[in-house]
Each structure stands twice: as C-alpha cells, then as structure tokens.
C-alpha cells in the first residue's frame, strides 16, 4: 500500500525526530550540492517540527511546493519499502532506477534512446529470459553452449527481438548502431552478476582438508617432484681437455613441514619420471640428522648454522610425522612409500585428490622457488614454448655453463636462506626457530630407534625358487641372472623347493637366503661379471631390455652399458643416464664389503670422485688400468679397453 | 471418531486412504496400531505410497514402504524385517492386523529370498576383512592410509570424513572392534563396498559415510534387508555429524599414533602411579607428567596415560581443546 509522508510519519512516529534519522557526511557529497543539501536539512526539520511552510518558507527560502516535495520525496512511497530519508535530501540523488516513461522511438516520431533497452527487456516476451539463458549455459561451461563475446550477444539479441515480432519501425532499429552498445553493457552487468550469483551458490563439493587444525612442527609433511627448468652439464676428460655434455631436465623433489614453512630436504633425481625410490630416498633424507655443508661454488652464500631442521640436532631429525601429504602420482602410490610412512613414521599418509594442488599450497611455492633458480639460467626451458627467456638457439648448440653442482648449490642456498628468513605469520621468526620452539612447547613424538621399523625402505624380500639343473650348480634365478651359494645345495638336499631373498634395490649384486619359515641361511652371489660395481634392479633390467631388443650377449654388462651410453652422449637423455649411472657406480650410501676386491670404491687416482667433477677421466689406457684387466677399476674408459683387448685378441 | 481416524491415516498414507476405507465402526485397537505406524514412518520410497515428509514423531530410523495394493488391502512392511502391517477394509469397517515376517510371501519384497539373492557376497563370506582399493579409486577419491589400534593394521580410508570417523570409535568405549571396507558385495549387479564395519555394544553395524546422509534408496533398502537378514544393522551416517567432531577426531588420530609408537612398554605400574596421582589432586595436565627436555625419562608415564585415555580410565577434554602440554586429565567417575 502507498503511504503519504504524513501517513508514515504516523506509523513511525520515531520519525519526527531528525537524530534517528541515516547520517550522510557532508565530505561525501560533491562540493557544489553541499549548500543546497545543508538547506534541505534544514527545511526538513522545520517540516518535522511541523511548522507552517510559509515561516519556513522565510528562514529556508524554498516555497511551499519545494518543501512540499521534498517531505514526499523523503518519506512517500510503498509501506513495504524502506523511505529515502536523508538520501532525498540530496540534491538530484537518483533514488530508484530510470525508467523510460515515453513510448519507444519509432521512424515517424523520434523519442530518443534514454531507458529505451531496459524498456525492450521488459516488455518484450521471452528477450530477457533469453539473453540470460544464453550467458547461464555460457558460466555453466555446457557443452552446447556458445563462447559469448559482446558482438555474438548482441546478434542474439537481434534475432530474440525477430522472434518476438518486434516491429522493424520501433527502437532498436531507429538507431544506427542497433542499440549495440547498451546490448554490450547489459552483457557485462549480466555476466558479472551471474558469476556472483554462482559463487554465493557455490558449496564445497566435500571436504577434503582439516578446516581447524593445531599448530607444531611435523603435522603435516608436504612432498612434491618438479622437473628443474634448466639444461645442465657433466664435463667428460678427453685427451686432457674437458668436454661438456648436456644433460636432460633432471627432477628436483622437496620435503617441507606445512605449520613451520620449513624446508625438510630436496633431492635431485637424475630421470625424467622419478621413481619410488626417488621419493624414499628424499623421505629418508629429511629423517636423517646431517651436518650443515658449506658451498664451494664461489658467489654462493648460505647463512651460517643449520639449513634444514635435521641439521639441528638428532632429536629433531628423529621427530615423527603425523600426516604426509602427497599428490596423485603414481610414484607416491607404492606400497613402499606407504610402508615408510604408516609403519616407520607410524603417520598417515594422505593421497588428496586429483587436481587439487591449492590444498597442500606450502610445496607448489616450495616448486616455484625453484622454477625461479631455474629460470635464471640462460640454458632455462622456459615456461612454455613462446617464452622470451627460453634458451636461444645459438646457446642450445653450445651446452650451457651451469653444472650439476652449481645447481644443487644454488637449490641448497636458497631452501637454506628461505628456512633462515624470519617471517610475518611466524611473528617474526625464521622456520628454524620455530621447529626449535615445537621442541619445547608441544609433546612431539619420537620415532622408536628399536624393532623392525627401522630397516631401510630399499631393502626388499621376494620369494623366489630353488633351481636344480642337470649339470649345472644349485642356484636361484633372481631378476635376469643366476646367484649360486654353497648354502643352495644343503637346502635342495633338505628338500626344500623355494626360499626367501632379502635385497637392497640399489645394489642386488649379493642376496641374502632365508627359509620360508624365517630362519637366516647364508648369502649367495650373482656371477662375477655382474660383481663389478653397485647396480640397482633398475639398471639390471635397463640392460636385459637392451639385450633382449638388440639380440647381443654382453661379456661384461655394467661397463658395456655405460659405454652405450658414452657412445650416444651427446644426446641429453644419454648424458642424463650415463649419469644417473655413475652415481649408482659410486653410491656412498651403499657399505661395500672389504673382503671384495673387484668393488671400486675410488677412480684411478685414488681420490673418491666428488659430484661436481664427474666422469673426469682420460681415454688413454694406463698402465695401471692394463695391470687390473681382469677386474679392472670403475672408469669412463672402461669399454675403450675392451675394445683394445678385442683388438689385440 | 471415523473422521479423526481419517485425518490420521490421511496423514499417514496420503491419498491411498479412500473414503470407503474409514466407514462403519473402528476397531478399538488400531489407536495402538496407528501409533506403532507412525514410530514407523519415514518419507517412503514406494511411489505409490506417500507420507508427509520428516514427521517429527519419528523416532525409529526405518523406512516405510508400500508393498501392493491388492484386493483392497494396503500391505506396510517394516524394512527391518520385524514385522509387517496389513490394513484391509470391508464394507462394514477397517480390518489392521499385524503379521510375523513372511518375507517370501510378499511379492518384491527386499528381504525375500528372491531380492537377497540378488546380492552377492564376493570372497565367500561376510566375515570383515579390509577389501584392497583398487588403483583407479586410491587415485581418483582422497585417500588416507593409516594403522590404527581398535584394528591393528593398516587401514585404508577413501575420504576424511570416513578417516575421522574410525578415529572416533578408538575413542568410543562401547566399540571394541572395526574394520574399515569390510566386505566386497554384488547388489543388482553394481559391486559395492561398505564404509566400515563395527561392533558397538556387542552389536554389530554395517555403516556408509555420505554427505547430508543421503544414500540411494534402490541400493539402502535391499541393503538394509540384507544386513538384517545376517544380524547386522546397517547405518547411513551425516558427514556433518563427523566433521562436527573434528577436533576430537583430530586428537584421538595424535593418540593413535602415540600409542603405536610406544606400543613396545610395559605400563602397568605407571598406569598405577598414574592413576594414584589423579586422586590425589582430581585433575592434571598432560604436562605434569612428562618432562619435554627429556622424553625418554618419561615415556613409560607417556605410555600409561595414553592407555588409560584408550581404555576409557581417565579422560580429557578431546572435543573442544586440542592435545597438547596444557590439556587436563582426570578420572573417570
């Protein structure tokens, strides 16, 4: 119902008091309105005191019928909308939307545009309703919708207005532009206030992370595995000269605690796709305590004292997760990976779900903070193909002068200086500090040193057969090639027909024999040409798919191998390998057995090789190479004496 | 009388209540049956059958569903299997009689023999094991692996909902076991496996995690019969009513994994120094008890308290607070 100022003032008689009426500031009025607007007021609230208009008509100078309007304007209108109020007072403040009051333009009588599109909209049958089915299906991403631009909407619009019987003598066709810019308007108003409609509407489909959660180091443990965006080299001694291979993209993985923000560890992956055991080798990592390593690469500076929180102290590197959060890569669904998290760590392990990156946000800026190193390459790959800072051609023939060190150098400073870097939301503290903090203040669990869990995760057991072969010793065939061992034959005179192998992944040259029911036997051996260096089960089965392609039977595998590789190295994915091998060849990490006199543990030198200087070697035999050619030692120009001794044969 | 009792069923049964059905004289006793009707009553899933949705009377969870409407008579079977209603009517009155279950004789019954059939038990039989999740799934749903206590294992959890869930049996007294993914099924041909299987109180539940509790009435009504049918109750649970708990679930996960760790000590007498300590001074912090610069010192105290909290001995205030040094413990009365 209508209701008159007076019939409102009744009705809300707390009206009459100009205090309760809305306070707008006088700065928010444009300057030249503001004496006009102190005036109103004034007339206002002589008209609320109820004074007759002529004496206000004196003091205020606005006759009668201006105030007579004015009361209207402020409180008039339907009793179920709210009255303008002091927003009336405002000189020619617009209080409700325009509406077109004239008939529309036609070609006889022109009327002008002003309203003109709302007035098509809400007086053509089925033209609104139309346009917004148009842009819904377009935000609803169906599949027989139309990519919407401005041009194809206002087309629409023309042929909604054809279907309406929309006369060709009325607005919009008086125009010459077909009413394309109010269409194009309209487009605009409409598609924002669809999307926001959408996002309102918007419920998280499930929940797929804790929406509260407590505060300490090692709750949640973010992994994740990203190509490094750089090409980078090895340098291979040649006739004493050093000459650089490029290598392919290798992959870097990052461990980081979520509530800390501190880097755990990283670990570079010489492979295009990293494996499980990439992933193990990274997990171990940050639970191992290590020292704090100072760069050699000069122009690299890392601050002093501990980088990673396992360089802290043992009992922080012995902190047991809570939850590992990984992403959907296959690499992460290993059974081995569950084994170390949920039986080491005793944690849960959280797969999350697929395209869902912003969940675990800590190790996407862990990545991109690598990306940056990689970027500042000039052997850079770019973040796509059309990026202007992508390694030129010119350069690409050139293999570039980032090494391997430099760049794990650089990861490490730079993880180092993020972890050393006090932080806002950490209230001014670096992660470090606050890892230290957790120490302290939260009962953070301990993995136990004792049982069984702490077996490393690369040692694996299968079960495997007992072969007896006329004319041939006992033996087991395990992953390509025959392991004999004295204990072989007590067994098969036992009668027992299958055991037990334990082996570590990355070196399977020795395995342990156990029987079914768990009892220890002894060790049996693969044949001495495999005996050479440390190989994992990767390369073993790398060279038996080489073997089987190419129809050839190689004498000594290992070394045979790597020649291949030596043989293509000036493809990068060769280069990559070959290196990759080398650091199987001369894993550290693997206890040699002293008794074994054909493991090399160092280059001809006598010096362990370090990383950065790999595969340094000359190609000329010397003499004491030619001196231990029966189970010569570990070299690049390994291949290049077989090659002599087949020659001289 | 006729015409309040016409109300009432027309409440109950919406349009299936014909006029010639309330004429003539009312039995007394189908006041007491009407009332069990309604306990009863929940929306149902039959088409022909309609009752007001959510009545706030009910407080049985169960579904009505309509079985037929054959020779005049309105057959209303309770899905647990109990008992069922039959109204019939003759020109002279009402005629409610309340029958044992004779599932066999009722045609498309989901507990008859026919409809059970129908779902299979893959592995044999329907003792709980963990089914294995397969590739595509572990890959496609979010997935949680941990190793619990209540089933000493790993258990596999295919979103957080059902995670925290499992996480709040171990602190539920009244559970003493329950496996997660319990059994492989075959219903109608789709292959179906539970959310978890748990004991509560010496009986055994069948439960599914859902959002908003919704699941799909074709596969909860056969379901129901069958669990039943094998002396189980089968349970759609809220998400929300699991999320709502979520710090107690949070901190019972930080218990779990604490008992598994210390899992090796033995704690008998801590735990009864422990619990002397307690009526001594009624209530404790968690971090009167350890020494945090030397953990080893106090593990054994770690260990006990732990187990008591397991076992339902002292308690804690799980719910709003998270674990931790301040955390009070007391006795439980």
Known sequence: MYLTADERLQRHPSLRNFDNWPVIRIE?????????????????????????????????????????????????????????????LIPYARLAPPKRRKALA??????????????????????????????????????????????????????????????????????????????????????????MEKSLKKQPKRIISPISSDFYFGREIQIDEHTFDAHTTIYLQWDSRLVPLRISRFTVLVVSDRDTTAYLAFHLAFTTHCSQFDVLSTLTKAGQYTEAITPTIEGIRCPPGAAFPNQISPQIARVAWHRVALDNAMSHHAYSVADYVCEQHLATLSLGTPASPKTRSLIENAIRRIADIGGRFKSTSGKNPADPHKESKKNFKNPPAGTVQVMLEAIYATLSQANNTPKAHLMGNTPLDVVRLSMSSYPLRQRAIDLNRTQSPFILEKRVNLKRIEGRAPHINFYYVRYRGECLANLLADGKKEVIVQYDYRDVRKLKVYTLDGRYVSEVSAPSSWQRFPHGVKTRQYIHRICHKLKIRMKDPLVEYFQLQLDRANKPRSALEMYRLYQEYTNPDIKLDPSNQSLPATFDDGKAPSESEILVHSMQPSDATKETIEIPEWSTNMAFHYNEIAADE | MAEDLGSSLEHAFGRTCEPWFIKGEVAPCLYPCLHLMRKLSTPPVAANLRVPPAPTYCSWPCQLSC????????????PRCLAYLAIGGTRRGLLIRWYPVVADKIPNHPASPAALRKIRIRGGSLRPSPVRTRLGLRRQADYYVQRMVKYHHRCEFHCLAEFYHAALLEGDPTVNYYVPQPFALTVNGTSYVPDIYFVRDGIQHVGELKPRGEFDAALRQPLEAFFTHHGMIFVVIDNAAVFEREIAAQNWIVIIQNLLTLEHLQTQDAEWDIVEELQGSKSLTFGDFIDVGNRAATELKEAAIYRLLHRGRITANLEQEFWGLETEVQLCI
């Open chain 2, 67 to 78: 079985q037929g409407q054959q020779n005049r008579r309105v057959v209303v079977v309770d």
């Open chain 1, 106 to 195: 036609t070609m006889v009588e022109g009327s002008g545009a002003a309203c003109a599109f709302q007035a098509l909209l809400n007086t053509v049958p089925g033209l609104k309703d139309g346009l917004e089915k148009l842009v819904r299906a377009d935000l609803a991403d169906d599949p027989n919708a139309e990519n919407l631009t401005p041009g194809s909407f206002h087309q629409h619009f023309l042929v909604l207005l054809d279907r309406a019987n929309h006369p060709q003598t009325t607005y919009p066709f008086t125009e010459d532009g077909l009413a394309y810019e109010s269409c194009r308007r309209y487009y605009h108003d409409l598609r924002d206030l669809l999307l």
């Open chain 1, 28 to 88: 928010e009025i444009e300057p030249e309105k503001r004496a006009a607007f102190r005036q109103n007021i004034k007339a206002m609230q002589l008209v609320l005191a109820q004074l007759p208009y002529d004496k206000i008509q004196k003091t205020t100078g606005l006759d009668p019928a201006q105030i007579s309007r004015l009361k209207a304007r402020a409180l008039a209108g339907d009793e179920d909308e709210e009255p303008a109020l002091t927003q009336a």
